[in-house]
C-alpha cells in the first residue's frame, strides 16, 4: 500500500496551492471557503511551504489580526516534510505522527503531485483493514 493508491483513489482532483506571496487574511478565507485545514504554498512549480490552521492561530496569537494582511512566507511552515507516490501509507502515517503534523505534499522530480492528509491515510488504511477481514471471512464460510 503505497501513496500512490490514494492519490488514485481522489481520482485526480486538482490541488489547490497559492503563493508564498499571498495575503495570510486570503488564505484562511480560502480555507474556510473550502472548508480545508492546510494548503500548500508553491512558488515557481516548487513546494516551498504548508500553511494550516496551527499557522494562524500562532500568528494571531504573536501579532493579533493585523497579521492577516501579512505574506505567507511570513506565516507557513516553511522547508515541509514531504513524501514520494511510492513511500509505503504505514510509513507516511508513523512519518507525521512521530512530526505531529496533519498534511503531505505528495512531491515527484521537485513537482509537486498530491497533497493528503493524515484523514486519507486513516481512512485508506481502515478500508483496507476492512476489506481483508471481509475476505477472509468469505473464505472462511466457503471452506
Not at 471557503?33 to 496569537?61: K, M, Q, Y
Request: net charge negative; aromatic share 4%; proline share 3%.
Amino acid at each position: 500500500m503505497t501513496i500512490a493508491a490514494i492519490l488514485n483513489g481522489q481520482g485526480g482532483r486538482s490541488i489547490a496551492t497559492m503563493p508564498s506571496t499571498a495575503s495570510v487574511g486570503d488564505a484562511v478565507a480560502f480555507l474556510a471557503e473550502h472548508g480545508i485545514g492546510a494548503i500548500p504554498v508553491v512558488d515557481d512549480g516548487a513546494v516551498v511551504g504548508i500553511f494550516s490552521e496551527r499557522d494562524v492561530i500562532r500568528l494571531i496569537a504573536r501579532e493579533g489580526t493585523e497579521a492577516l494582511a501579512q505574506p505567507l512566507s511570513a506565516a507557513m511552515t516553511a522547508s515541509p516534510v514531504t513524501v514520494r507516490r511510492d513511500d509505503a501509507v504505514i510509513a507516511a502515517l508513523s512519518l507525521m505522527t512521530r512530526r505531529r503534523i496533519r498534511h503531505l505534499p505528495v512531491v515527484e522530480d521537485g513537482a509537486l503531485v498530491g497533497f493528503v492528509s493524515i484523514g486519507d491515510l486513516v481512512k485508506y488504511r481502515i478500508d483496507r483493514i476492512e476489506a481483508d477481514a471481509t475476505a477472509m471471512r468469505d473464505y472462511i464460510q466457503q471452506a
